[in-house]
């Protein structure tokens, strides 16, 4: 049961334009959303979270949206650049669970940005 | 943020034998977690390891087949225990501090053939 999806394994723009990253969740006890960026070789690097009690959070070029009724958010990257071209994980923390640690995860989008 | 280094960065290993993977932290931490990439998903919790206690793991993964140790507040090993092809993944250690956040080490690349 995928809880966390990324229903786009892929996006490409040019540099320059906004990127628009979305994610879906299953689960109305996730209470905190995170993205991370992954290049190759490397591990996920933490990007911007939000909480579920917010529905915008923006971390300079970064800007996360919430809508939970629909139990959707995406993340917005303006303007992009070649360097976001990573693979980008929308994670998800469940409240009241056990393991405040646990997050889920989505498979991933792979962002190119081309010059 | 934390400095987080894990060794061996990649290995390939014939199926029936065992790889221990090292996470190392520049700080201490309580709480560490092991996840798995296989080719092409998602990152999946093994298990979560705190210092001073047996590890926690999650549904689809057995202490006898996921060693764990968390001998102090900055470093963790994982055993890939009696490998098939099917666990040829990329093993990722990561690390929580006072928020949600995690951050995770470079992985490690595992190859069984």
């Known amino acids: 049961d995928q809880q966390v999806k990324q229903n786009s394994p892929s996006l490409s723009v040019q540099e320059g334009r906004i990127s628009i990253l979305n994610c879906d969740y299953t689960n109305s006890m996730f209470d905190y959303f995170l993205w991370y960026k992954k290049y190759p070789a490397e591990g996920p690097t933490f990007l911007i979270s939000i909480s579920s009690i917010k529905d915008k959070n923006e971390d300079g070029r970064f800007t996360v949206f919430l809508n939970k009724s629909a139990k959707h958010l995406s993340l917005h990257i303006v303007p992009s650049q070649p360097g976001d071209s990573a693979v980008y994980f929308c994670a998800a923390k469940k409240a009241l669970s056990s393991n405040t640690g646990k997050l889920i995860f989505g498979q991933g989008t792979t962002l190119q940005v081309k010059p | 943020s934390a400095v987080i280094s894990q060794k061996p960065s990649r290995d390939i290993c014939q199926r029936g034998t065992s790889l221990t993977i090292q996470c190392q932290v520049d700080?201490?931490?309580?709480?560490m977690f092991w996840y798995r990439q296989q080719p092409g998903q998602s990152l999946t919790l093994i298990a979560t390891?705190?210092?001073?206690?047996?590890?926690?793991?999650e549904s689809g993964f057995v202490i006898d087949k996921f060693p764990i140790s968390r001998p102090n507040l900055t470093f963790s090993t994982l055993t890939v225990s009696n490998m098939s092809p099917e666990d040829s993944s990329i093993y990722l250690c990561?690390?929580?501090?006072?928020?949600?956040?995690?951050?995770f080490g470079p992985g490690t690349r595992l190859t069984v053939t």
């Open positions: 390891a705190n210092q001073g206690s047996e590890a926690t793991y």
């Open positions: 700080s201490q931490v309580t709480m």
């Open positions: 990561s690390v929580r501090r006072s928020t949600y956040e995690q951050y």
